[in-house]
């Protein structure tokens, strides 16, 4: 039986590209850019790369890109969108539980939940971390982003989805947030790319900064750091704060 995310990404990618969340992309690879310190020839695996806006931006500039992804539908949309741009982007079908790579990316990244946290527990979510640090060089970088587990302690999840959903975007209801586990299940609905509606039960980790820290800690990143994660707008200046439902998180591997 496939989990609530291997249905939800089947055949959704061009509807995917017009969510209100994937409207952030420029400023999201300017920041990447910056935090690579614009470096030609280093390699960036893009985990979890979805419809591979982030690797088709990045490599528009220049850089080396391999996209992974869980989604052969996704992965397709994202192969057409790069030819028609007439990029050369290796994108892989893979999954980043069980990722192969060692040492050898100068930076991974996993923008908008691209693989991290959507597992159904915690050891899964772990060993996408793990499998990012196997895949870096040593001093490469990790910059990713997750969600904030002091936001749902302090507000209702259920009224912000509400007052941040677009027209035309997913929708969601019967959230519950699990103090015992952060985790939050909701019904998610979307219409796919045949115009069909589609109905999951959805179940996703919401972590704190403390866990975050002790978990990169404990697979070897140090300079750990830890932001709010503006939609297209990541920067180092941006403190995170109990309003902001995602995190934006940056470390380095030690060796």
């Avoid at 750990?224 to 380095?252: K, P, S, W, Y």
Wanted: net charge negative; aromatic share 12%; proline share 1%.
């Amino acid at each position: 039986m496939k989990e609530w995310y291997e249905s939800l990404f089947e055949n959704y990618a061009k509807h995917y590209d017009k969510e209100s969340f994937t409207t952030g992309t420029i400023g999201e690879c300017d920041f990447i850019e910056k935090e690579f310190n614009y470096n030609k020839s280093g390699k960036i695996l893009d985990l979890g790369c979805g419809t591979g806006r982030h690797s088709i931006e990045l490599s528009k500039r220049g850089y080396k890109v391999t996209g992974v992804d869980l989604s052969e539908s996704m992965l397709n949309w994202a192969r057409e969108k790069a030819s028609n741009e007439k990029l050369d982007i290796a994108f892989k079908q893979g999954d980043a539980r069980e990722l192969k790579y060692e040492r050898e990316f100068d930076m991974v990244i996993m923008i908008c939940e691209g693989a991290f946290p959507l597992m159904e527990t915690d050891e899964m979510n772990y060993e996408i971390l793990l499998n990012a640090h196997k895949s870096l060089k040593a001093k490469g970088k990790l910059i990713f982003t997750t969600l904030n587990a002091l936001f749902p302690l302090f507000h209702s999840v259920k009224d912000f989805m509400n007052k941040s959903s677009s027209d035309g975007d997913a929708t969601y209801k019967e959230q519950q947030f699990d103090l015992m586990t952060f985790r939050e299940t909701d019904i998610t609905t979307i219409i796919d790319d045949d115009g069909k509606k589609k109905q999951l039960t959805c179940n996703i980790r919401y972590y704190t900064p403390s866990e975050i820290t002790w978990l990169l800690k404990s697979l070897g990143f140090h300079n750990i750091a830890i932001h709010g994660a503006t939609l297209g707008a990541f920067t180092r200046g941006d403190q995170l704060l109990t309003d902001d439902f995602e995190m934006l998180v940056i470390a380095e591997k030690s060796k």
